[in-house]
């Protein structure tokens, strides 16, 4: 499904391009004639889309297995709203965006960027802090993730009352999560971080399968909790920090790939990990390939429908889930 979600994404586009051409350019490289419009153009965002809907559902299903909550993921810890408030810093301080007439643009994305990241990781930093000044437990880090995103949401608001009309539509731009932002270099540093991580999560299946089991039965079997929410919550938030410092605040990938993958096959971490990131990349393509037809040829932002089809398709699984 993944495969064939790529393909049709690969021929939508205001270019008509045939199927069997676009198989012909995707299976054999072409990179001139339509070729080229297949890899410069449209495979640069359906990459962008798979590896970012990749790494919030894997992100997502370690967040909920190592906090024991089922709502946990990077959108509800407040890492994207300190990565939003980084990103408005940086519009607003360091003249990271412009505006000319009806044309919003971040003239410099990489110093946007950065500060996200660095603001993402500070709010990392201030959850581990807060959760080790007082006890190392899954309910604290939740409590302590909450508080931080009401900080950070607070802070943008702030930053958005006193923004001028074109900061403010660069903030409100950036904060959208646009897929059009992607380019190779940046898909391959996110690749760069995703699959250690990713082998990381795989690597500790087992573990993650024992403290689904319980705190006590974990400890029985010798995992060291402590250490593994700690290491757990870094390299989730690190690759969350990436993937939404470059695209924009992305909601509800992390919360619905681990839920429909739990739906279909239950919570063996073993299965659950891989599937969460088959359909989590799926998902992503998805929602972007609806944002580019669904006002064309206006294109909507992927985090609106994320945001717009996740809401309700989240209840109605919350729903079918506690029916059973």
Not at 33 to 45: D, E, L, P, Q
Not at 76 to 102: D, E, N
Not at 113 to 119: E, G, K, N
Request: proline share 3%.
């Amino acid at each position: 499904m993944l495969v064939l979600c790529v393909i049709i994404a690969a021929q939508n586009g205001p270019i008509d391009i045939s199927f069997t051409d676009v198989l012909r350019s995707i299976f054999t490289f072409e990179t001139t004639g339509t070729g080229g419009v297949i890899w410069n153009i449209r495979m640069v965002r359906i990459i962008g889309a798979l590896l970012a809907g990749a790494g919030l559902a894997v992100a997502g299903v370690v967040m909920q297995c190592i906090l024991r909550n089922p709502l946990a993921s990077p959108f509800t810890l407040g890492i994207s709203s300190a990565a939003a408030f980084g990103a408005s810093f940086a519009i607003i301080f360091l003249g990271a965006g412009s505006s000319m007439t009806s044309i919003v643009s971040i003239h410099n994305p990489y110093v946007t960027t950065i500060c996200a990241f660095v603001f993402s990781l500070l709010a990392t930093g201030s959850i581990l802090v807060l959760t080790k000044l007082t006890r190392v437990s899954a309910e604290t880090m939740i409590l302590a993730g909450v508080a931080i995103s009401v900080m950070f949401s607070a802070g943008l608001s702030f930053m958005q009352y006193i923004a001028t009309d074109s900061q403010l539509g660069n903030i409100v731009a950036w904060t959208f999560g646009d897929l059009g932002k992607a380019t190779w270099s940046w898909n391959f540093l996110i690749i760069l971080v995703l699959l250690p991580v990713v082998l990381y999560f795989f690597y500790k299946r087992w573990d993650y399968n024992a403290l689904d089991a319980g705190e006590d039965t974990a400890k029985g079997l010798g995992v060291n909790t402590e250490r593994e929410r700690i290491v757990g919550m870094v390299l989730t938030s690190v690759l969350s920090a990436v993937i939404v410092s470059f695209f924009g605040i992305i909601a509800f990938i992390g919360l619905l790939g681990p839920h429909i993958a739990r739906l279909i096959i239950g919570s063996d971490h073993r299965y659950l990990i891989p599937l969460s990131i088959i359909l989590g990349a799926i998902i992503l393509i998805i929602a972007d390939g609806v944002g580019q037809v669904i006002l064309y040829p206006s294109v909507i932002p992927v985090g609106i429908i994320t945001s717009m089809l996740g809401g309700p398709l989240f209840i109605y699984l919350l729903i079918r889930r506690y029916r059973k």
